[in-house]
């Protein structure tokens, strides 16, 4: 069963249980507002076309982050959930930048659906910073201001809003250990978190450590998109990509973002 059609099977079976048992659901959303290496690529990612033959390996982290919003694993987050089961609703699209997913009236159609103790994950950065391709840069001071824009409007529901640095590319290495390409992107979350009070998983730094800990080598063959000729349907001529993630790196990257939830959870004790 593909995840994504799996995803909805067991939303569907547990709204009946729920039902069956006479208890209104306690369901709340998590919205994923982001870039590519977020984005869910199954479903109706591509209309029309099937993602296993023209996508696949290629995951965002977002697409598998469900399962570590099990039921059974919602108590290490209960501060930050306080429903007893979560829907995660990925709204990140590729190529996108604060400004872009704003204009595009992506936010809108996020904004007008959130309500009391849903939760708002916001990761930007990639495509703000990409200066030679105009029609998605944004400054470091423009990225501020969307930031602040999502996070006040989150607040306005009821709603909590968590921002995370840009997720690590995997370059440049030196002397075995992976270094920051995001410039002044990843400081510019950090200052609008501190400004504004938010909450705020360094994705960057402990997406860094972790791939520094895996090795670089480990890291370019399992976890990015790197692909020999031949492997899979979709890329029949290989590929070498060190920004998106194949579904092994996806599902560790949605793993730190759990973590990192835990730890602002212990925080807010």
């Not at 659906?113 to 916001?122: A, F, H, P, T």
């Not at 640095?165 to 920051?180: E, F």
Request: proline share 3%.
């Amino acid at each position: 069963m593909r995840p994504f059609i799996k995803f909805i099977f067991v939303s569907y079976i547990t709204l009946i249980v729920i039902s069956c048992r006479g208890q209104k659901p306690n369901i709340s959303t998590i919205y994923l507002i982001g870039d590519s290496t977020m984005a869910d690529y199954s479903g109706d990612y591509d209309p029309g076309k099937d993602y296993m033959k023209t996508r696949y390996p290629i995951t965002g982290w977002g697409q598998v982050f469900q399962q570590f919003m099990d039921s059974d694993s919602l108590y290490k987050v209960s501060n930050i959930v306080k429903t007893d089961s979560v829907i995660v609703d990925d709204r990140a699209r590729g190529g996108r930048s604060t400004r872009t997913f704003f204009q595009e009236g992506r936010w809108r159609s996020v904004f007008e659906k959130i309500k009391k103790n849903d939760v708002v994950l916001m990761q930007f950065g990639h495509n703000d910073a990409a200066t030679k391709k105009t029609e998605r840069y944004v400054s470091v001071e423009g990225y501020k201001e969307f930031l602040r824009l999502f996070v006040v409007q989150t607040r306005e529901k009821g709603a909590l809003p968590i921002i995370l640095t840009p997720v690590a590319r995997n370059y440049p290495w030196k002397n075995g250990q992976l270094h920051n390409v995001h410039g002044d992107y990843d400081q510019a979350a950090k200052d609008i978190a501190n400004e504004l009070q938010v909450l705020l998983i360094d994705l960057n730094q402990i997406s860094m450590a972790f791939f520094s800990k895996m090795g670089k080598l480990y890291v370019t063959e399992n976890y990015f998109m790197n692909l020999e000729p031949g492997k899979y349907e979709a890329y029949p001529e290989g590929q070498n990509d060190n920004t998106h993630f194949q579904t092994a790196g996806a599902t560790e990257v949605a793993r730190l973002v759990f973590q990192g939830m835990i730890a602002l959870n212990n925080q807010t004790n």
